[in-house]
């Protein structure tokens, strides 16, 4: 994964309001690009990089609202930072509750923004890291056999060698074969690790 | 013996004579002698004479004179005269005469009393009766009870007419002897008739003139207008009622001097009205014409002139009228007016209210580019490498954005103005456009695609601008609301300008949303008519009253798919009102 200028996307349809906030963000050093309206900015490829939204929440067409839904459904989940003319608080607990970092009405300071952008950005860089992550451990998990996956799902609920050898029918010393087997391809540094690594890929307790 | 009835009854003039019985006195009946007739004749000849020049109303005294000297010239005791009232089958006693010592006639009626006998005369028979109550035919019975009961002895009574239809009738009676009544003396009793009637007709013509004239003068005189006669070219006053005097103040005589009306009329009107009054003596149709005069005591005072007519009289051109005074009316219409303009821009206020949060939105825009940009310069001013290209940029965009939100707060502030409408030649495009700017973000907000078809080539229409922006405004706002009721289908609206014919233009503002039901067509422009919930009811009439105080017309289609609002304008000065 590579690490690129984070990139903020502004989609205003107000001509000097989306002008505005991208000299904002030019002048804070960050990267921006602009969009007139949601379509717009959902017909637009996106590059694989870290990123956040400043959307405005009334526009033609598809609203700030529509966009959050869109994106939430899809896989293309961004951090959303909205903005506001008109200042609607049912609106701004509906966009909290949908998951947007921040709501902030016309007009704003400008550390107030930057500062919930920064946030957005965080949460997005956090999130793709996670992203990243699991997607490691779901590659190595692929390399496992059947049997080994079996045993981990039962050393990870607590049981003892023993016990899954019993439960499996197969003699302790082979269970202790395959757990090391399973160390070693899951990359866990201990027991623990592993307990870690098996809630990340959401195997669940077997039944018992 | 028989009564005789003259043979020419129904067609001469009846007097009755009363005297003493034919038996006995036949040589002294004055009448017979040649002496007597000559005497008779110049009697007659003296009473005609007496009646030429008479006055209306020295006419009744005469006759009473005259019947007297008939009653002594033929030593009868009573003479009189009645009128015949035909309708009511009446013979109404008029006047008598009676001698010393016999009952005096009273002006009565007789009628059932004594019906055999009033029918006769109004037959127009003479009724001869020498000796009474013998004379008397037997069906008569009330008379004979009556004159048995007056002692009456002897009577002739001479139906008379004139111009065919029976007027009245002379009788003559005696109370003390019975006497013969020849027919040159009934001949001659017919004449006397004539005479009277002929007084009689022309006190009755000059009654029915006289009271004629005194209704007219009556209702010229005592009605609230002013009626007026005058020359139609120089405006001198020949008549004016006596109210002229109340109405500026100046004494009755001062009309009639020259040149008064013109000389007070209000210098802004004066022209004015000097052409039309022209006109109307010109042309000679009835003009109407309101204009101010001023009073002596130096106020206004609004006159509503109706011309009536236009002729020559004696050879001169004549204009005759009447003036009203309408300064409470005009007063009432000014207060009426005031009220409709601060009822307008109540309407206003409500309308911006209702775009309230569409309007800061409007200012908020340009607000928070400008506080974005002016932070984003200062850290281009501080940055690590500062870049005053893009500073000078962001100062431009900022000072652009602060005109732009000064243009918003100037269009609000002008349509919520208090100021007295002021009527110019305007564009109405460009009207069009700052309305539907206002409007735009609620627009875009509401999901509503607006199409503008606004004629390139229209000229400046007259009017209140600020007032034609309102009724605009009020159309799209109607529109938005109707559309907010639309799910299912595209939420259109439009706003078209155009010529229409007779130098007018027409702008229309359409929109796709549930239409207007046909009952409803003509009752939405009524005050107070709403069909929204919260709805005041005054905009569409408000916006009925601004347009056709100049002169237009609005009404409402419901068109396929929706409904669509139409108004008119003048184009010119002249065209409005």
Redesign the interface.
């Known amino acids: 994964m590579t690490d690129t200028t984070p990139i903020v996307f502004v989609v205003d349809d107000d001509d000097s309001v989306r002008k505005a906030l991208s000299r904002l963000f030019r002048s804070a050093g960050l990267g921006v690009e602009a969009f007139t309206s949601a379509e717009d900015f959902l017909r637009h490829e996106r590059p694989d990089a870290p990123g956040c939204l400043v959307l405005d929440v009334h526009m033609p067409g598809l609203d700030g609202l529509g966009l959050q839904r869109a994106l939430n459904e899809g896989s293309g989940a961004l951090p959303i930072v909205f903005i506001s003319g008109h200042g609607d608080i049912p609106m701004s607990v509906r966009a909290m509750k949908a998951g947007a970092v921040n709501f902030l009405p016309k007009p704003f300071q400008d550390q107030d923004l930057l500062n919930a952008v920064e946030e957005a950005l965080a949460k997005g860089r956090q999130a793709r890291q996670g992203q990243a992550e699991a997607s490691e451990l779901r590659h190595r998990a692929e390399t496992l056999t059947p049997r080994e996956r079996e045993v981990l799902a039962l050393v990870v609920s607590g049981m003892l060698n023993k016990q899954v050898g019993f439960r499996l029918g197969v003699c302790e010393k082979t269970i202790k074969v395959h757990r090391g087997q399973v160390m070693k391809k899951m990359q866990a540094d201990s027991l623990a690790d592993l307990v870690r690594m098996a809630g990340k890929l959401g195997i669940p307790a077997p039944p018992g | 013996m028989i009564p005789s009835t003259a043979p020419d009854k129904v067609l001469s003039h009846s007097i009755g004579i009363k005297g003493e019985s034919w038996r006995s006195h036949e040589a002294e009946q004055p009448v017979k002698s040649p002496r007597g007739r000559m005497e008779f004749e110049a009697l007659l000849a003296d009473l005609s004479a007496a009646f030429v020049g008479v006055h209306a109303e020295e006419v009744d005294t005469q006759i009473e004179q005259s019947l007297q000297r008939i009653g002594k010239f033929l030593d009868v005791d009573r003479c009189s005269l009645g009128e015949c009232l035909e309708d009511r089958r009446q013979l109404l006693i008029t006047h008598s005469y009676v001698k010393v010592g016999i009952p005096p006639m009273p002006r009565r009626i007789l009628n059932d009393q004594l019906p055999w006998y009033v029918g006769r005369i109004l037959r127009g028979e003479v009724l001869r009766f020498n000796q009474l109550p013998d004379d008397l035919p037997s069906e008569a019975v009330h008379e004979r009870e009556y004159v048995i009961g007056i002692g009456m002895k002897s009577h002739v009574m001479v139906p008379f007419k004139v111009c065919g239809s029976i007027l009245g009738a002379i009788g003559v009676a005696s109370f003390k002897t019975c006497r013969a009544w020849p027919d040159t003396l009934v001949q001659r009793l017919r004449v006397v008739g004539e005479i009277f009637a002929n007084a009689l007709a022309r006190k009755q013509a000059d009654q029915t003139l006289r009271q004629s004239e005194r209704r007219y003068r009556d209702l010229v005189e005592t009605t609230r207008a002013v009626p007026w006669e005058a020359n139609a070219q120089t405006f001198q006053m020949r008549y004016v009622g006596p109210q002229a005097a109340c109405l500026l103040g100046h004494p009755l005589e001062e009309w009639y001097r020259e040149g008064f009306w013109a000389v007070h009329l209000h210098r802004d009107d004066r022209e004015r009205v000097l052409r039309t009054m022209a006109d109307a003596g010109r042309l000679g149709k009835g003009y109407e014409v309101e204009y101010r005069m001023v009073s002596a005591a130096g106020q206004e005072v609004w006159v509503h002139d109706l011309i009536s007519s236009a002729c020559a009289e004696r050879f001169t051109p004549t204009i005759r009228g009447v003036m009203i005074d309408v300064t409470a009316r005009k007063a009432a219409e000014e207060e009426a007016l005031r009220l409709r303009d601060q009822l307008a821009r109540v309407a206003r206020v409500t309308m911006m209210g209702e775009l309230a949060?569409a309007i800061?939105?409007e200012i908020?825009?340009?607000?928070?580019?400008?506080?974005?940009?002016a932070?984003?310069?200062q850290?281009?001013l501080t940055?690590n490498v500062p870049d005053p290209a893009?500073v000078s940029a962001?100062l431009r965009?900022i000072v652009?954005?602060g005109q732009?939100a000064s243009q918003v707060i100037g269009r609000i502030r002008t349509l919520l103005q208090k100021g007295q409408p002021a009527r110019v030649y305007f564009n109405l495009n460009d009207a069009i456009h700052e309305v539907v700017a206002l409007m735009c973000h609620q627009l875009?907000?509401k999901?509503i695609a607006l199409s503008l078809d606004l004629a390139a080539d229209l000229p400046p229409v007259f009017g209140d601008r600020v007032q034609f922006q309102q009724v605009v405004l009020n159309l799209m706002i109607n529109a938005v609301d109707a559309l907010s009721h639309v799910e299912t289908r595209v939420r259109e609206l439009s706003v078209r300008s155009a010529c229409a014919e007779g130098g007018r233009t027409v702008v229309s503002v359409r929109d796709s949303g549930p239409g207007i039901a046909s009952e409803h067509l003509q009752q939405i422009f009524d005050t107070l008519f709403t069909t929204k919930p919260d709805g005041m009811g005054i905009g569409l009439a408000i916006s009925r009253s601004i347009v056709e105080a100049h002169g237009g017309r609005i009404w409402a289609d419901p068109c396929a798919g929706g409904a669509a609002f139409h108004f008119t304008l003048p184009l010119s000065q002249e065209a409005a009102p």
Do not use: V, Y
């Open positions: 949060a800061a939105h908020n825009q340009p607000l928070c580019a400008i506080i974005s940009n932070q984003a310069a850290r281009f940055g893009e962001t965009d652009k954005d732009r875009a907000r999901g």
